[in-house]
């Protein structure tokens, strides 16, 4: 077994002990309803966890888009001969070069003479495994081993100054946007008239936990789900376990009702990068914030379904399916 999904099955053991005693139920009721729902639905960890499964009729827990929908939808949604466009990170910052405004380095393709100089030219550099995912191993640059960098996969990027407000969130971590879209060609959305034949699928603000270099869910951070009509957080946040939090961890901020900057720009800023990749359909784009403007972080093909529907504990099966 996986380190992956051995933390996914000690999470959902420590958890599914805290939650039996929350609801005086025994702890092998839960595991048997997790077992059934991965079973039935394709439901992994996670995913029961983070969108409290425990808590949810049959009828509610089929409208959700599970990783067993995501795995058998993908090649439907997105053309695989792209994959490599949003799965290996150094090559989506050469795709979508318009839309980032940092300076960055891939050391595989670099000598170690344009990586001191790239780490000494820039105050703060975050350094990213290329083949990870989930935010493992990103850290900010610190006594690096150059040899290692050198002979290893990884994204050198320099670090990005978000705007005043983001950066009240958390001030460890740049705290970006994840938003959610089903681009839709030709055909027109039985649930939205979009003439720009793209859906806002869900929206979420990223903030890290306190002290954390990244916003990323899978580590320690926490989602808020921002309404997409009006980009004002509408409700309290949700962690990977599926705690709800009013108050930030550790700052004690509290985020609902907190209005994301310049939200409209930042919807036509998206379906801009929509368009780059017309066969790449389902997509999640980590955005961050600028004073001025807008900036690619991310771009996740097929983006983790967990994330898509965990903060508003939303089912979205139906507006993909249907679609397609």
């Known amino acids: 077994m996986s380190n992956k999904y051995k933390d996914a099955f000690y999470r959902l053991r420590s958890n599914l002990i805290q939650i039996a005693n929350e609801y005086g139920i025994t702890i092998y009721r839960l595991y048997y309803d997790a077992a059934k729902c991965y079973i039935r639905y394709g439901v992994t960890p996670n995913e029961y966890l983070g969108w409290r499964f425990y808590e949810l009729s049959n009828l509610e827990r089929s409208r959700f888009?599970?990783?067993?929908?995501?795995?058998?939808w993908e090649?439907?949604?997105n053309d695989s001969n792209y994959a490599d466009y949003f799965n290996k990170k150094q090559i989506t910052n050469q795709i979508f070069k318009d839309f980032i405004k940092r300076n960055w380095l891939y050391t595989r393709e670099a000598s170690e003479t344009d990586i001191k100089d790239f780490l000494q030219t820039y105050p703060k550099v975050i350094v990213k495994p290329v083949g990870l995912s989930s935010g493992r191993?990103?850290?900010?640059?610190?006594n690096e081993n150059f040899s290692q960098l050198r002979s290893g996969e990884f994204l050198l990027e320099e670090f990005i100054i978000q705007h005043p407000k983001m950066?009240?969130?958390n001030r460890s971590s740049v705290n970006s946007i994840r938003i959610y879209t089903l681009s839709l060609t030709n055909k027109k959305s039985k649930f939205e008239d979009k003439s720009d034949n793209?859906?806002?699928l869900s929206a979420s603000i990223r903030?890290?936990?306190v002290g954390s270099e990244v916003d990323n869910y899978h580590a320690g951070g926490v989602g808020y789900p921002i309404d997409i009509d009006t980009g004002v957080v509408s409700a309290a946040g949700t962690t990977?376990?599926?705690e709800k939090v009013l108050f930030h961890p550790g700052n004690g901020v509290k985020i609902i009702g907190f209005e994301v900057p310049n939200w409209k720009e930042l919807k036509e800023f998206v379906k801009r990068l929509d368009k780059v990749v017309p066969t790449a359909r389902l997509i999640a784009w980590d955005i961050a914030i600028l004073k001025?403007?807008?900036e690619l972080i991310e771009a996740n093909y097929n983006g983790d379904p967990g994330f898509m529907q965990a903060p508003t504990q939303t089912g979205k099966k139906r507006f993909i399916t249907e679609n397609y």
């Open 198 to 200: 793209i859906i806002f």
């Open 207 to 209: 903030v890290g936990g």
């Open 240 to 242: 990977i376990s599926g």
């Open 137 to 142: 191993g990103i850290h900010v640059a610190n």
């Open 75 to 77: 090649k439907r949604l």
């Open 292 to 294: 001025d403007g807008f």
């Open 65 to 72: 888009y599970t990783a067993r929908d995501s795995n058998k």
């Open 167 to 169: 950066a009240e969130l």
